[in-house]
């Protein structure tokens, strides 16, 4: 006899969606785990969580599949583990268009200064690298011509302390730090592949108090996708506002 209280069958769509899906996120996270530990190189780091993109293409497709294959009317359950399905692919899929985006909307440049004339030199960093020059300097004040020293009314000594203050909530390894030449130079560490990108700050002393110059440059690739203007702008905001008050 047919029993109508019986539980629904679940839904295998549903379930190989999850289960991919789970798969997707663990080899995105590995990525950049294995380029961390030396595993592997950065074009294998980025190859897998390519690879991990288009499986979570397909976990999307199966998940939604399973969503319809599992509604209230429907003859299976595991609505919801096709919805965390859905759900857990997403960031990935998002993640690797951004990705690919930012590297046609920035330009192919991967160091990045206040002051292109000038530009503040690295010293202790890792293979210190100097600026590129004039070709890289057009393409930088074409792209970025927002970037300019920042002027501030304190002292160099104030500004200085401030300047380094800054460096160090941000969490960037201070490599160097020398008030008498108003030198501070860090590195910036990425948060899935822990890619390096080096940054020097120069407090010099003016006539109205201080001015401060920053360079950023990425130590692997040629293109930044943005990211070295960005901590310009971040860092150069936050010590304006730190200083306003002094």
């Known amino acids: 006899m ?6 629904k069958p679940i839904s295998k769509l549903a379930l190989s969606g999850l289960v991919l899906s789970v798969a997707v ?3 995105a996270l590995m990525s950049g785990v294995g380029y961390r530990l030396g595993w592997w190189r950065h ?13 979570g293409v397909v976990a999307v497709v199966i998940s939604i599949i399973g969503v319809f294959k ?10 919801l583990p096709a919805i965390i399905g859905l759900v857990l692919s997403l960031p990935v899929i998002s993640a690797s268009l951004l990705f690919e985006y930012s590297a046609t909307a920035y330009p192919q440049i991967n160091d990045i200064t206040t002051d292109t004339q000038d530009p503040p030199s690295f010293w202790d960093v890792p293979n210190p690298i100097e600026y590129p020059g004039e070709s890289v300097a057009e393409i930088q004040l074409a792209a970025y011509p927002d970037l300019k020293p920042l002027a501030l009314s304190v002292t160099q000594e104030k500004a200085f302390e401030k300047a380094l203050e800054i460096v160090t909530n941000k969490g960037w390894e201070v490599i160097a730090s020398d008030v008498d030449e108003g030198r501070i130079e ?16 120069r407090v010099a002393e003016s006539d109205e108090g201080s001015i401060i110059d920053i360079r950023s440059r990425s130590r692997i ?7 070295n203007a960005k901590r310009i702008r971040d860092y150069l905001k936050t010590l304006k506002q730190t200083t306003a008050s002094l």
């Not at 047919?2 to 539980?7: F, G, I, R, Y």
């Not at 690739?221 to 990211?227: E, L, P, S, T």
């Open 25 to 27: 996120i663990i080899s």
């Open 186 to 201: 860090a590195v910036d560490t990425s948060l899935l592949f822990g890619f390096k990108d080096e940054v020097v700050v």
């Open 2 to 7: 047919n029993n109508q209280n019986s539980p």
């Open 70 to 79: 599992t509604r209230s009317q429907s003859q299976q359950r595991g609505l």
């Open 43 to 55: 074009p294998e780091a980025f190859s897998i969580f390519e690879w991990a993109t288009y499986a």
């Open 221 to 227: 690739g040629r293109i930044d996708r943005g990211a």
